[in-house]
C-alpha cells in the first residue's frame, strides 16, 4: 500500500481526509521535501514551515477556480506537490523539469507567476476586483511572508485594498526571516505582536477553543476577546487602519485550527489578514539551526545537511571584501542592501564597517533613492543589488541617480543567465536598462582582479556608475596586491589580429578567445578584445579593427537587443564604418532554467554558432594555403 502522499493526485483527495490523516500527510510531505531537495538543491526552508499553511488552505479552498497567490512563490512546492505535480517533483530545478517557482504555464493552479517579491498583494487585488467587476464568486487569497511586507508594492497595494473590494484573504506568513533575519520598522512591529504576553495567551486559548468546539462560532468568540485586547493594547491596529480586518497572531503550525479558521475567513464580507507565526526550517534540525543557508541551496546530505565547499571563492565574496578594503581607505563609502546580504556577500562587509552598512529590507527603489541621498552629502554609496533585481529601480536610476549626476555606483551580482532559478532570476536585461542612461559609466571586468579595478575606478569617479559581473566562483587568477585604477572608456587588448576582430564582454572572454584559437588554426588573424567598458565604449579601438578586419564578433551573457553587441553596430553605424558585426548572446525570448553550459548550447550562446556564423564573412581572407587544402 502506497503512503498517504501518494494517494494524493489532486486536491479533491485532501479534502477527503481526517485531521489525523492530514497530520500524518504533514509529516511525510516533510520527509519527503527533505530527501528530494537534498538531490536536486532548492528552497527547503521556505517550504518546511508553509507545510500545515499549504495543506490547511487546500483543504479548504478549490484551486483552480479559487485563487492562491504566494508572494516570491519560492515557499509554492508544497502547492506543487498538492495539486499533481508530486511525480515530477524530482525533477524541480533541473534542465527540462518542474521550475522551482509559480509558473502559469505549468499549472492551472498556478494562479500568478512569481519570483520577485511584492507582487502577491497586488495581484490578488486586481484578482479580486476582476471577479468583483464579472460578478463571480471564487476566493482569492494572498500568502505573503512577513518580508514581503518590507516591499513598497505590498504597502500600495494594501493602501488600495479597502476601497476596491470586499472579499481578499491575506496570510501574513511570519517566521522572523527574510533569507536574513527580517529588518526595520515592520519586522520589530510584528515582533512586538508576537511576543506581547496578552496575544500569547490569547493565541493559545484560541487553539484550545477552536479544538475543543471548532467552527466558526468559536473563531468569532475568539475574535471578539482579541478584539477587546487590541483595543486596549494598540487602538489603531495597522491592518485594520488599512480596512483590513486582523485576526491572529494563530500557530501556523496548527493544521485543525487553521482550517477551522480559514472555513471561517472565508465567510467574509470585508478584507481580512490572517497573521500567522511559522517556523522556517520546521521538521529539520540543520535548517532550524542554519536559517540563512536553507533558505535556499544546492544539494545536501539529508542526514547532516552539510554541502561541498565550493573551492574558490564567489565574485560576490571578493566584491565584498574588496569594498571592506576600499573602505578602510575611504571613510565616504557605504554600502547597501536590499535584504541580501549573504547572496551579495555584503555579510563580509559588514562586521568591518558596521556603521557604514545598511540593509533596507526588499526595497530596491528605495535602496536607489536613499542612496542618491546620502551622494548628495558627499558619501559614495555602493548598492549591491542582483541585475535583475535592480530592475525594479529603473526610475529612481534614471531621475535621482542619473539626472543629477550623484556619484553612486550600482554593483549588479548575478549579472548573466542564472541557471537553474530560471526567467525570474536571470540578469539578462541590464545593459539594456542601463546603456541608454545618460552620464553612466558602465563596466563588466573579465575575472576577479578586474572587478577590484573597476570598483577602485568608479569610486573615483565623479558621477554615476554600474559593474556586472556573474553568479559563481571566480575564474581563479592571481590576486594583484593593490587594485588600480582604469582608464575610462579604454578597452583591453589581449591579442591583435587582423582578419576578424572577437569582443569578449566580462568573463565570455573566455569564449573570444577559444574562437580566436579555432580560428587561427584554420590560419586566420584573429584579434581578442576585453571591451571592459560598455559605456562609454571604445570608438577609437572600434574604427582601429574596423579598418583591418572583414568581421567583428561580441559574445555577451545578456540578451542581444539593446546588449553589448547592437552598442557595436551602433557606434560602427554612427562612424560611418560598414563592418558586419556577428552578435552572440541571448536571444529575444524568456530564457527557461536550466544547467546554463546546456542552454548555452541550445540557444546559440556558443563559440561553434559564432563560427558558423563568422566564417563565411572571412571567406575573401582565406589564405591561399587554405584554399590548397
Ligand atoms: C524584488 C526582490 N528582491 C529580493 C528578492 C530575494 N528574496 C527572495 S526570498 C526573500 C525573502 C523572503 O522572505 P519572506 O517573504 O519573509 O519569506 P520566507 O522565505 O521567510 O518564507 C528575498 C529577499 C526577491 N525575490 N525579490
Not at 489525523?20 to 538531490?39: C, D, G, N, Y
Not at 547597501?336 to 563580509?348: H, K, N, R
Not at 565604449?537 to 564578433?553: E, K, S
Not at 529575444?588 to 561553434?608: N, P, T, Y
Request: include cysteine; hydrophobic fraction near 40%; proline fraction near 6%.
Amino acid at each position: 500500500m502506497g503512503t498517504l502522499l501518494e494517494s494524493i493526485q489532486s486536491p479533491a483527495d485532501l479534502k477527503r481526509m481526517s485531521d489525523v490523516q492530514m497530520t500524518e500527510l504533514a509529516a511525510q510531505i516533510r520527509e519527503f521535501l527533505i530527501q528530494s531537495l537534498a538531490k536536486t538543491g532548492g528552497h527547503l526552508g521556505p517550504n518546511l514551515g508553509v507545510v500545515e499553511l499549504t495543506l490547511a488552505l487546500h483543504a479548504v479552498f478549490s484551486t483552480p477556480a479559487d485563487k492562491i497567490l504566494f508572494d516570491v512563490s519560492h515557499q509554492a512546492y508544497v502547492h506543487k506537490i498538492l495539486t499533481g505535480r508530486l511525480d515530477r517533483f524530482q525533477t524541480i530545478r533541473q534542465p527540462g523539469g518542474l521550475n522551482g517557482f509559480m509558473l502559469r504555464t505549468e499549472s492551472e493552479h498556478d494562479a500568478f507567476g512569481a519570483g520577485h517579491a511584492g507582487t502577491a498583494i497586488s495581484a490578488a487585488l486586481g484578482m479580486a476586483v476582476a471577479r468583483d467587476l464579472a460578478g463571480g464568486t471564487e476566493n482569492v487569497i494572498a500568502v505573503a511572508g512577513d518580508a514581503a511586507f518590507t516591499n513598497g508594492i505590498t504597502f500600495e497595494a494594501l493602501n488600495n485594498i479597502g476601497e476596491h473590494t470586499r472579499r481578499l484573504i491575506v496570510v501574513l506568513n511570519d517566521n522572523e526571516w527574510s533569507i536574513d533575519r527580517n529588518v526595520g520598522a515592520i519586522a520589530r512591529y510584528f515582533h512586538k505582536i508576537v511576543t506581547n504576553e496578552h496575544y500569547q495567551h490569547l493565541h493559545t486559548s484560541a487553539g484550545r477553543i477552536i479544538e475543543r468546539f471548532g467552527g466558526k462560532t468559536a473563531v468569532k468568540v475568539v475574535k471578539r476577546a482579541e478584539e477587546a485586547a487590541k483595543g486596549f493594547l494598540w487602538p489603531s491596529m495597522m491592518f485594520e487602519e488599512y480596512g483590513l480586518e486582523y485576526f491572529g497572531p494563530i500557530d501556523g503550525h496548527n493544521l485543525p485550527l487553521l482550517i477551522e479558521t480559514f472555513k471561517f475567513l472565508k465567510t467574509a464580507d470585508h478584507p481580512v489578514l490572517l497573521h500567522i507565526l511559522t517556523q522556517k526550517g520546521r521538521g529539520y534540525q540543520p535548517a532550524l539551526e542554519g536559517q540563512k543557508k536553507f533558505h535556499g541551496l544546492g544539494p545536501y546530505d539529508p542526514e547532516t545537511g552539510d554541502t561541498k565547499p565550493a573551492g574558490l571563492p564567489t565574485y560576490s565574496e571578493v566584491f565584498a571584501t574588496t569594498l571592506a578594503d576600499l573602505a578602510d581607505e575611504n571613510d565616504k563609502i557605504v554600502a547597501i542592501t536590499a535584504a541580501m546580504p549573504s547572496g551579495t556577500g555584503l555579510d563580509l562587509f559588514r562586521p568591518r564597517h558596521p556603521n557604514r552598512y545598511f540593509d533596507v529590507g526588499i526595497a530596491e527603489e528605495h535602496a536607489v533613492v536613499f542612496a542618491a541621498g546620502m551622494a548628495t552629502r558627499g558619501f559614495r554609496p555602493v548598492c549591491a543589488i542582483y541585475s535583475t533585481f535592480l530592475q525594479r529601480a529603473f526610475d529612481p536610476i534614471v531621475h535621482d541617480v542619473c539626472l543629477q549626476k550623484l556619484p553612486v555606483l550600482f554593483c549588479m551580482d548575478r549579472a548573466g543567465l542564472s541557471g537553474d532559478d530560471g526567467p525570474t532570476h536571470h540578469g539578462l536585461f541590464d545593459i539594456g536598462y542601463l546603456r541608454s542612461v545618460p552620464d553612466l559609466v558602465l563596466m563588466a571586468p573579465k575575472d576577479e582582479n578586474e572587478l577590484a579595478d573597476m570598483m577602485t575606478t568608479a569610486l573615483q569617479l565623479p558621477g554615476p556608475s554600474a559593474i556586472r559581473y556573474p553568479r559563481g566562483v571566480v575564474v581563479g587568477v592571481t590576486r594583484k596586491p593593490h587594485p588600480e585604477v582604469l582608464p575610462i572608456g579604454k578597452a583591453e587588448v589581449l591579442q591583435d589580429g587582423s582578419d576578424v576582430a572577437i569582443l569578449g564582454l566580462g568573463p565570455l572572454v573566455t569564449m573570444a578567445a577559444e574562437l580566436a584559437a579555432r580560428l587561427q588554426k584554420d590560419g586566420y588573424s584573429a584579434a581578442v578584445i576585453n571591451p571592459r567598458f560598455v559605456k562609454p565604449l571604445d570608438h577609437d579601438m572600434l574604427r582601429q579593427y574596423a579598418g583591418r578586419v572583414a568581421a567583428f564578433v561580441t559574445f555577451e551573457d545578456h540578451v542581444k537587443m539593446g546588449g553589448f553587441g547592437t552598442s557595436v553596430v551602433e557606434a560602427l553605424d554612427e562612424m560611418g564604418l560598414a563592418v558586419p558585426v556577428v552578435r552572440i548572446g541571448w536571444p529575444d525570448q524568456f530564457i527557461e532554467h536550466g544547467k546554463v553550459d546546456d542552454l548555452r548550447a541550445k540557444h546559440g550562446l556558443s563559440v561553434d554558432e559564432a563560427l558558423n556564423q563568422v566564417l563565411p564573412l572571412l571567406v575573401h581572407r582565406r589564405r591561399p594555403s587554405l584554399v590548397a587544402s
